[in-house]
């Protein structure tokens, strides 16, 4: 384990040395996520512009509603553990785009070293601070931009099990990518697999109950990424969802392990590439 | 006494599931909808045993299977019947373990990190393989007394010449002193000195460190120069596996008699073909302006024969003869596909 430790602190200071390397190119990249994190929040602008609050009616009834700061920060929120995981484990995309196909997942094989681990922890990609910048300054922002009534409802007491829990929702995202990426050792590619499953994490920026069941329930049990933002935030606003703080750990859990397995099935079934 | 060998391979064999697809769109779509599939092969049922401290030659045509089996020892691919067994590890099984023992060099992609300073992909191995800070000293020390890496060793790899990163990356994989090295291709691509290296420096890295040594390579000078035994396989099968002596003595049965004619027009005159009994393989005639090389085989007509049916036809200055090389013996049993020995 310590040895794992180490190892990505090398490889995460061998990244470094390399953004020194090429600094335009790191330079285009952050920007890059700004930018479209800026389009987004534009977007949610616009249409708040134009509306009062979110409201969730049913019957004709308005059973919930979320003011723009809210909605604000909830997608400030979801930003830091899609950050934190694009930041440490981007690594994994490479694998259903071109690692398998191309052969070159012999290296990982050939070192005494976990290959998952290996694959995972490869590449520091520093691009991820435009992600982890934005979503902070959106929480930020939002929460000192509040109505005092609804500021008033945070109990700053609640972060200290959602700090618990980010770990947690990163390993979603992670495990997400992890299963998505191994099925490319069966099918040589599936990047395209881990792009459409990791993109309904965009749903789950906003509250998750202005969905239909069937979109709710993947975004909270199947693909949980509700679980990274939604719950996460609007328990640390409100307090409500109280149940999703265990459930995050509970899902996450066994997500990892269902990765954990297909990656390990399909290590087995691996065929290099003709050389 | 197959027990104790470095490496024990006992009817190794991969199959490959490969999709049966019709010519263009249509027969696309049809497989997409209707797959089929074929099982190939690729490795059928090979089986050899090396001992510690031995260089083999690990040769055959393209496609033969031969990274296939490299693969299968080195664990990356997992067989799909019979086993191997390398210094009492089983490849798939504890792997972590068992990939400290082996270094791998796969000629035709780098494992170093192609960003930067060749001496940081060393600082990183290190860590990886867990080499103390002593046992890297040394290491290092003899690496480049053998490789020569002190001039590049503070450069990007991206900027390293073909051979210098070869040298280099056989460096990374001998790091932790692996018992065996498995090299696929190191040669290829490189001009003569820079071939000329490489091979000096396998010689010493299995006389200094006893390391067993395993070479895929299409260059047969490399064999000639590097491997007392080679294994060939062919079409996923074992067809050779022996001293390279025994191998001449097999197969070459080949001579090369090569001779300047006075006349080119003399040329039609000499009617080997007609004269002997040779099949399509035993007889090669090549010309060049007055030169004339003709390499035969001796069953069907021996150097005595051939040369007084020659100079009974022709005039001719400045004749020799000479045993064929390991190319040409190598080029015949590829083609008649060997028999399984």
């Not at chain 1, 599936?190 to 709710?216: D, L, Q, R, W």
């Not at chain 1, 679980?227 to 307090?239: K, Q």
């Not at chain 2, 049966?20 to 797959?35: D, H, R, T, V």
Request: with cysteine.
């Amino acid at each position: 384990m310590r040895k794992y430790f180490k190892l990505h602190r090398i490889f995460i200071a061998q990244d470094l040395k390399k953004l020194m390397e090429y600094k335009v190119d790191f330079l285009m990249g952050a920007i890059g996520f700004v930018l479209v994190q800026a389009v987004k929040i534009l977007t949610l602008g616009i249409i708040f512009a134009s509306i009062p609050a979110l409201a969730y009616k049913v019957n004709g009834q308005v059973v919930d509603s979320w003011t723009f700061n809210e909605v604000l920060f909830i997608y400030g929120f979801s930003l830091i553990p899609k950050g934190i995981d694009h930041l440490l484990f981007d690594n994994l995309w490479g694998m259903g785009y071109w690692v398998v196909a191309k052969g070159d997942f012999d290296k990982y094989l050939t070192r005494p070293v976990n290959s998952w681990f290996y694959v995972l922890t490869e590449k520091f990609c520093v691009d991820a601070f435009g992600d982890l910048f934005v979503g902070i300054v959106l929480v930020v922002y939002s929460v000192l931009s509040m109505p005092a009534d609804i500021a008033a409802n945070i109990n700053w007491f609640r972060l200290i099990p959602v700090a618990f829990v980010i770990p947690f929702a990163v390993m979603i995202y992670t495990s997400v990518k992890t299963a998505t990426a191994a099925i490319s050792f069966w099918t040589k590619r599936s990047g395209h697999i881990t792009h459409m499953c990791y993109m309904t994490n965009e749903f789950a920026s906003y509250p998750a109950k202005i969905y239909n069941n069937v979109v709710k329930t993947i975004i909270t049990y199947i693909l949980p990424f509700a679980l990274t933002a939604y719950y996460p935030a609007i328990y640390l606003l409100r307090g409500e969802s109280v149940w999703s703080l265990p459930v995050t750990i509970g899902v996450s859990a066994v997500l990892f392990f269902i990765s954990q397995l297909v990656w390990k099935l399909g290590e087995k079934a691996y065929e290099s590439a003709g050389s | 006494m197959e027990n104790n060998s470095m490496i024990h391979v006992e009817n190794l064999q991969k199959h490959f599931k490969k999709a049966i697809k019709e010519p263009g769109l249509k027969g696309s779509i049809k497989a997409l909808f209707n797959p089929k599939y074929d099982v190939v092969k690729a490795v059928d049922g090979i089986s050899f045993d090396v001992e510690a401290g031995e260089i083999i030659g690990f040769i055959g045509p393209n496609g033969a299977g031969k990274s296939t089996v490299i693969k299968m020892l080195t664990g990356i691919l997992t067989p799909s019947e019979g086993f191997c067994r390398i210094n009492g590890h089983i490849p798939t099984e504890n792997r972590k373990a068992y990939v400290k023992e082996i270094g791998v060099v796969f000629g035709q992609r780098t494992q170093l990190w192609w960003d930067l300073a060749l001496r940081e992909t060393y600082m990183v191995l290190k860590e990886i393989y867990d080499v103390s800070d002593e046992d890297y000293e040394k290491r290092m020390a003899f690496l480049n007394e053998v490789l020569d890496l002190e001039d590049f060793i503070t450069s990007p790899v991206r900027t390293l010449s073909l051979g210098q990163r070869m040298r280099a990356d056989i460096a990374a994989a001998l790091l932790h002193n692996p018992k065996v090295l498995f090299l696929d291709e190191p040669t290829v691509g490189l001009d003569v000195v820079a071939k000329d290296n490489i091979r000096k420096a396998i010689q010493l890295i299995n006389k200094e460190s006893g390391t067993t040594v395993i070479l895929t390579t299409h260059d047969l000078e490399d064999i000639e120069l590097l491997c007392k035994r080679i294994v060939m396989v062919d079409k996923g099968k074992k067809v050779f596996d022996g001293e390279l002596s025994t191998l001449r003595q097999q197969y070459g049965q080949m001579r090369e008699l090569t001779f300047e004619l006075n006349k080119e027009a003399d040329m039609e005159k000499l009617t080997y073909d007609q004269k002997f009994n040779f099949a399509e393989d035993d007889l090669k005639l090549e010309t060049k302006g007055n030169e004339v090389k003709v390499r035969f085989n001796t069953d069907i007509a021996s150097v005595e024969e051939m040369l007084s049916f020659t100079l009974s036809k022709v005039h001719v200055k400045d004749i020799s003869v000479k045993d064929a090389d390991i190319e040409e013996i190598i080029r015949r049993l590829y083609k008649g596909g060997g028999e399984a020995v």
